[in-house]
C-alpha cells in the first residue's frame, strides 16, 4: 500500500466518524418564537380520527331481547332511518354515518357488557341508548369513564340524568313527570281512592310505581299494599288473591309489556278483582301487552310519555318507516321517534366540533363532544324542539292516557288532547 492511499484512507475514515459523530448529536432546541424544522405529530389523544374514506360511527344499546323486544325492535329501526337521512343528506363533511348495534337486552349486566365493548372501539364516536333504564345504569359508568355521550330514547328512570353525570343525556322525559300525572289520573279523573301498587323489580318498573305510590298518597289516596313480582314471572295468581284482600278499586302496575298483560288477564280470574281497573305505564304500550292479555286488555289504561309530535315531519317518516321495514311503526312500540331524535342530537353535536385536518380526516374531539351535546342549538325533531338542559334532560311533550277500546289503544286524556 503506498503511503498516498494510506493517507486518503485515513481521510475518509476521519470523514465517516464526524459524519456519525453529527448525526448521533442531539438537536438543538429551536429558538424562543421559532419553529422546529421537523413538525411533531398531531395530538389525537382523546380524538376520534376518521380517516379519508372511513365512516363516522355511532353506536346503539337496543333491547333486542329480553322482557321487550319488539319495542327494542321499533329503536333501533328508528335509529337505522336516522342514518339514513343523514347518509342521503352528504353526511357530514363527505363522511358518511354507520350505526354499531349492539342488543342490550333490557338488563344491566349486558348494558354493561356493551358499554365495555364500545369503550374499548376507539372509532365509536357516541352511543343512542340504552332502551330501558337498567340497561342503561349499565352502561353509565363505563361511557362516563371513556368520554362517549350518549343519548337514551327511552330510559325514564329519574337518576338516568343528574350533575353527576356529564355523558349522561336522554330525550325521553322522565318518570318522575309520568308516575305523578298517572296518579292525578287515577285520583282526580277517575276518582278512585283506594289502589294497589304493583312491580316487576326492574329499575324502571319499581322506580316509576315508587313514585306514583307516593304521588296517590300525597293527594290523600289510600295505598292498599305495594308488591313486587319478578320479570319472567307468568303466575300472577297468589300475588293478586293478597292484593285483592285490600279491597283495592285500581291496580298500578310498573313494568313490561307481557308481564302487565298477564297480570291485567289474571284479575278478570280472581275473585274480587274482576271489576277492578288495571292501569300500566309505557313499558306495556305494544302490541305484546295486548297478546299477551286477551281480552283482559279491554277497558285498561296505559300511560306513555309522548314528544311534542310535528305532524308533518311525523307523516314522512312513518312514510319511510313502513317503506323499509314493511309496517307501521306504531304497531312495534312507541319511542321510534325518540330514537330517531337522539340520533339527530348526537349528529348535530359532531357537526359542531369535528374538523377536516390537512390530511383529510375527520377529527372530533370527545371532550368537545360531551359539552356540545348539551348545547346544540334547539332543532325541530320528531318529537319536538330539542335542546338538552344542564344535566341532559333533552325532551319535550308530556304524559298521555290510553284506554283499550275494541282492541286498541284510543287516547283519553293528557298532552296533545285539544
Excluded at 130 to 153: D, H, K, N, W, Y
Excluded at 177 to 198: E, M, N
Amino acid at each position: 500500500m503506498s503511503n498516498r492511499f494510506t493517507l486518503l484512507c485515513l481521510f475518509l475514515i476521519a470523514a465517516l466518524v464526524l459524519v456519525a459523530c453529527a448525526a448521533a448529536a442531539p438537536a438543538e432546541e429551536a429558538p424562543d418564537g421559532q419553529a422546529s424544522l421537523e413538525e411533531a405529530p398531531a395530538d389525537t389523544s382523546g380524538k376520534v380520527v376518521v380517516e379519508p374514506g372511513g365512516v363516522i360511527r355511532i353506536g346503539g344499546s337496543f333491547a333486542l331481547t329480553g322482557p321487550i323486544p319488539t319495542l327494542g325492535l321499533d329503536i333501533r329501526q328508528g335509529a337505522e332511518l336516522a342514518i339514513d337521512d343523514l347518509n342521503a343528506a352528504g353526511g357530514l363533511d363527505g363522511f358518511m354515518f354507520e350505526l354499531v348495534a349492539e342488543d342490550g337486552a333490557c338488563d344491566g349486566t349486558q348494558g354493561t357488557n356493551v358499554g365495555n365493548k364500545f369503550a374499548s372501539d376507539e372509532t365509536i364516536v357516541s352511543v343512542t341508548g340504552g332502551t330501558c333504564s337498567g340497561e342503561t345504569f349499565g352502561l353509565m359508568p363505563i361511557l362516563q369513564e371513556a368520554r362517549i355521550p350518549f343519548v337514551s330514547p327511552s330510559a325514564t328512570n329519574p337518576d338516568i340524568t343528574s350533575s353527576n353525570c356529564d355523558v349522561c343525556n336522554r330525550v325521553a322525559l322522565s318518570d318522575a313527570l309520568q308516575g305523578a300525572t298517572d296518579a292525578r289520573y287515577v285520583f282526580s279523573d277517575l276518582g278512585l281512592t283506594k289502589v294497589a301498587v304493583v312491580h316487576d323489580n326492574s329499575d324502571y318498573g319499581k322506580g316509576v310505581a315508587e313514585i306514583f305510590r307516593n304521588s296517590i298518597a300525597s293527594l290523600g289516596g289510600d295505598v292498599t299494599s305495594f308488591e313486587g313480582v319478578q320479570v319472567g314471572d307468568t303466575d300472577f295468581r297468589a300475588m293478586l288473591a293478597r292484593v285483592g284482600a285490600g279491597g283495592p278499586e285500581a291496580i298500578f302496575f310498573g313494568g313490561y309489556a307481557t308481564e302487565a298483560g298477564l297480570i291485567a288477564q289474571q284479575m278478570t280470574e280472581t275473585p274480587g278483582l274482576e271489576d277492578t281497573v288495571f292501569m300500566s305505564v309505557d313499558g306495556a304500550f305494544t302490541q305484546q301487552y295486548l297478546q299477551a292479555a286477551g281480552d283482559g286488555a279491554e277497558g285498561t289504561f296505559i300511560s306513555l310519555l309522548a314528544g311534542d309530535d310535528s305532524e308533518a315531519l311525523n307523516a314522512e317518516f312513518d312514510a319511510k318507516y313502513i317503506e323499509k321495514f314493511g309496517v307501521s311503526p306504531d304497531e312495534l312500540g312507541a319511542f321510534h321517534s325518540q330514537s330517531y331524535d337522539s340520533v339527530m342530537l348526537i349528529a348535530a353535536a359532531i357537526a359542531e366540533v369535528a374538523s377536516v385536518d390537512d390530511n383529510g380526516s375527520l377529527i372530533i374531539d370527545r371532550e368537545a363532544l360531551v359539552s356540545a351535546v348539551r348545547t346544540v342549538d334547539a332543532f325541530d325533531g320528531l318529537t319536538g324542539t330539542i335542546r338538552c338542559d344542564s344535566i341532559g334532560e333533552c325532551g319535550a311533550g308530556g304524559v298521555q292516557i290510553y284506554q283499550v277500546t275494541d282492541g286498541a289503544f284510543v287516547q283519553v286524556s293528557g298532552f296533545g288532547m285539544e
